[in-house]
């Protein structure tokens, strides 16, 4: 791709919002006030606004290989921290995809180099599910298993958390596990039993 393209869609693009809405940049720079915590891939196929059809504003979004929330993460943290407590989102949403790179690459035995810590996060939840998936005889299928087994694990990583614990105490902030098909498109609810996990999770990791 040429770079100065980049510039140019820039101003294509700046043009067409300001045919629609004159105010429209002017009314964008007042702030925001999202209702969704997105939290995602950083493969460059998977969009995050384009994807949920939503524009700028309405979602405040984090994006990292796999899709992970590893505790240890400020990065990760932080954006939870100040989407929960200072935006007041309403709905935590970890998205995965099939065919992520992330997690197929933890599934091979192999030295990534600096991507080993990150990617034994992910071998850990195979680790955890390992007859579950040990038992799918098609690697297509386990591989895209994995993908919905590590969504659900996030979203527990998500809900120990004390900001989102306190969130979901005093307004009933609700934490959501997607996957996306890229194959169809489509986005893939995995009905996250958030309020079975929450009963769960409170049992050890409650934070007052």
Not at 11 to 30: A, H, M, P, R, T
Not at 77 to 97: D, F, P, Q, R
Request: hydrophobic share 40%.
């Amino acid at each position: 791709m040429d770079i100065q393209q980049i510039f140019k869609n820039n101003q294509n693009w700046v043009q067409e919002k300001l045919s629609i809405d004159s105010n429209y940049f002017s009314n964008l720079s007042k702030g925001q006030s999202p209702d969704i915590l997105y939290i995602g891939c950083s493969d460059s196929r998977v969009t995050a606004e384009e994807l949920m059809g939503v524009s700028p504003g309405e979602a405040f979004v984090h994006r990292n290989i796999a899709n992970m929330v590893p505790n240890t993460d400020l990065s990760a943290m932080s954006v939870i921290e100040y989407a929960v407590l200072h935006l007041k989102v309403n709905h935590v949403v970890i998205c995965g995809h099939y065919y992520c790179g992330g997690v197929k690459a933890a599934m091979q035995s192999q030295d990534l180099g600096i991507l080993n810590p990150w990617l034994r996060n992910i071998r850990d939840v195979y680790r955890t599910h390992r007859k579950e998936l040990n038992d799918i005889q098609d690697e297509d299928q386990r591989y895209k298993r994995l993908v919905e087994l590590n969504v659900q694990e996030q979203c527990i990583n998500v809900i120990k958390t004390a900001a989102v614990q306190r969130a979901y105490r005093e307004r009933g902030l609700k934490v959501h596990g997607w996957v996306f098909d890229i194959n169809s498109g489509k986005l893939i609810d995995l009905k996250v039993e958030f309020n079975k996990i929450m009963e769960n999770v409170m049992e050890i990791y409650h934070l007052d």
